[in-house]
């Protein structure tokens, strides 16, 4: 998707434009009589998107709503893009023309974004791409209020969504954890962060006792990529990292989960993996100067009859030894031996990411990110939640309070790998919080990672939640 940046006064008359405007700046329209009568029949009717055939040319007029501001109004500009992006491809436009006439930068951008967004496919299984193919191949934006360096942070996250999406929507069959340190090391050379993916036998001798044991059950070794991204401009001495649960398929072990509704889209479970990937590559790409560092533990989870079992006791990478009681709660697991790893970079804050638990989907739904962390990072907690609005991948926190601890207490070993049902995305926190020794904050996206209806601008399948969030969390870093 190519998004270019224009001027105003170089408007174009034809083919497909776009107008972003006021209701009360109407007049700004060049429009015939009978096309405003048109425009203002359907502002009555309570329309704010009006499609005018001035065949073969076309006028797409969004009319924004006075009642929604700030956040609100931009979530409301991508998902009227995306409204758009129907007629748009119906109409078989490869270029559209976007013309800001609100004077508003970050609007126009939200738009634009979620019409970039909308555009998405995932179409490598298919025999038959040329029918299915949307045709819309750039955005030409019109605007004194927009950089190109605006555009350039736009088009670099979209492209990290995209690729997250990619990967959360390849299946296993393709994907396994070996192939997704390939892919790794392959947007490292694209976008100049450098990579290096841990091979088992480099596990075994860091004695990560987590990975290993989920990696049991599986035909395929495990691996373990470290990406870097690190500009000689970074505002940061200490890096910020971020680490991401690359489960790339996830039957539950052992601890068998039911087929249907359960197992059936469990190649997203490297949701976390997967917006840690996109957004280092966009953080890359866009040349943000912080100096980011990112961790992939990546296994399957299979019942082998090797695999871990219920029961086991574990020594992770840090020496605590964890109570195993279900083999499906296996990417806090793997987590934690990469949450010790961060360690050895002497970071300034960590984050991890994950679809972690399904109390955390139950909770909130699709609707927004669960998260947790201890006491000492919550400046970054604040910082996270207002990216979070401004994105609208909106930040829920959970209490995480000591009580919660009490109920990972093992009567065999340091602790156990489950907490019970109650407070299930809280205690599966704590798990981690075991291997933590630096401001830390954890991120359940179990509910949004993954869709199985289409969700405006969001998608079909893999979401790429959690790209958009870090990336505007990396552009406001601070030491």
Not at 1 to 10: A, G, H, W
Not at 92 to 117: P, S
């Amino acid at each position: 998707m190519r998004i270019v940046l224009k001027k105003n006064q170089n408007i174009p008359t034809e083919g497909a434009i776009v107008y972003l405007v006021k209701e009360k700046d109407l007049d700004q329209l060049a429009l015939a009589q009978n096309e405003r009568a048109y425009l203002d029949e359907r502002l009555e009717n309570k329309e704010r998107q009006i499609v005018i055939n001035r065949f073969p040319n076309w006028i797409y007029v969004e009319v924004l709503d006075d009642k929604k501001k700030g956040c609100q109004m931009h979530e409301a500009l991508r998902k009227s893009a995306h409204n758009f992006h129907k007629t748009i491809h119906a109409n078989r436009h490869k270029e559209v023309n976007v013309v800001d006439l609100i004077g508003d930068g970050d609007a126009t951008l939200a738009f634009m974004e979620g019409l970039a967004l909308t555009n998405y496919q995932f179409l490598k299984y298919f025999k038959e791409v040329d029918t299915k193919k949307h045709v819309l191949e750039s955005i030409h934006v019109f605007s004194d209020n927009i950089s190109e360096r605006d555009l350039s942070d736009l088009t670099a996250v979209v492209q990290g969504v995209y690729y997250a999406r990619d990967l959360v929507n390849e299946p296993v069959s393709y994907l396994n954890a070996v192939q997704l340190g390939e892919e790794i090391k392959n947007l490292g050379a694209e976008a100049g962060f450098k990579v290096e993916v841990f091979g088992k036998s480099k596990i075994q001798a860091l004695k990560m006792g987590g990975l290993l044991a989920v990696n049991k059950g599986s035909i395929d070794p495990p691996t373990f990529s470290v990406m870097e991204w690190a500009p000689e401009d970074a505002v940061n001495e200490q890096p910020l990292v971020l680490v991401g649960k690359g489960i790339v398929y996830d039957t539950g072990g052992l601890s068998l989960k039911p087929t249907k509704d359960s197992m059936d889209q469990m190649k997203s479970d490297m949701g976390g993996a997967a917006a840690v990937i996109g957004a280092i590559y966009a953080a890359a790409k866009a040349k943000l100067p912080v100096h980011v560092i990112g961790l992939i533990p990546s296994t399957d989870n299979r019942p082998d009859g090797n695999a871990y079992a219920p029961g086991d006791v574990i020594t992770m990478y840090n020496g605590l030894n964890v109570e195993v009681l279900n083999t499906d709660a296996e990417g806090r697991m793997i987590l934690a031996d990469a949450l010790s790893y961060a360690s050895k970079f002497k970071p300034g804050f960590v984050m991890d990411l994950a679809t972690l638990t399904g109390a955390a989907a139950v909770a909130i739904g699709k609707f927004g990110v669960v998260a947790m962390g201890n006491s000492d990072a919550e400046k970054r907690m604040e910082l996270l939640k207002q990216c979070g609005q401004k994105v609208y991948e909106r930040i829920v926190e959970f209490p995480f309070w000591e009580e919660y601890g009490e109920l990972i207490k093992s009567d065999i070993a340091d602790i156990k790998n489950l907490g019970g049902r109650d407070g299930g995305a809280i205690t599966a926190g704590k798990f981690l919080e075991h291997f933590t020794d630096y401001p830390w904050v954890h991120l359940d996206i179990a509910g949004p990672a993954f869709v199985t209806a289409m969700d405006n601008y969001r998608g079909k399948g893999g979401t790429g939640v959690g790209v958009r969030l870090l990336f505007d969390f990396i552009k406001q870093y601070k030491a």
